[in-house]
Each structure stands twice: as C-alpha cells, then as structure tokens.
C-alpha cells in the first residue's frame, strides 16, 4: 500500500505504478489525514523558518540539510507524525 493525497502527479494516468504497490488517495482538501503534513511542519518550524535563502540551491540545500538532522531522531519521526485526535478513546 501507497498512502498519497490527490495531487495531480500522483492521479495522472502517466504514474506507471508497480502491481505489487494498491495505492489508497485520501480526500481532496484534507491535509489532516495526511501525516506527511505534520513532518513538513516540524522542519518549517526547527529549520526552515524565518530564513531569506540567497537562491533555489541555497532552499534545497536547507532542506536536505534538514530532512537529515530529522531522519537523524526516528523517534521524533514516529511521534511527529501521530495525530492526538487519531487516539480519542484509546488507553495508553
């Protein structure tokens, strides 16, 4: 399984799309569901935030630069990405 929003480079019938991968696609305009979103937050808010980057190569250079300080912390990973309405109800 592929977990992937609805953007167009992932609906296009262009995608060529392994037999072996079933992809889910979460509802249009639904960001919430889609714990990726949460992970791009936590980069804008501990690096890439309140930054004037001299050119695109600079923006990209960041950003790699902080994919790998957070790939650095899995535990960071796995509770970044946990939505606390995702455990209404649950006992811990």
């Not at 992937?4 to 991968?21: S, V, Y």
């Not at 992970?39 to 250079?61: C, K, T």
């Amino acid at each position: 399984m592929l977990l992937m929003d609805r953007a167009g480079w992932h609906t296009t019938e262009k995608l060529d799309m392994p037999r072996n991968i079933t992809p889910i696609l979460l509802p249009s305009r639904a960001p919430e569901l889609n714990p990726v979103e949460n992970v791009w937050q936590y980069l804008r808010q501990n690096w890439l935030s309140n930054h004037v980057f001299e050119n695109y190569d600079a923006i990209i250079d960041a950003a790699c630069d902080a994919w790998r300080k957070l790939i650095a912390q899995p535990s960071t990973i796995f509770s970044v990405g946990m939505r606390d309405w995702a455990h209404i109800g649950q006992s811990s």
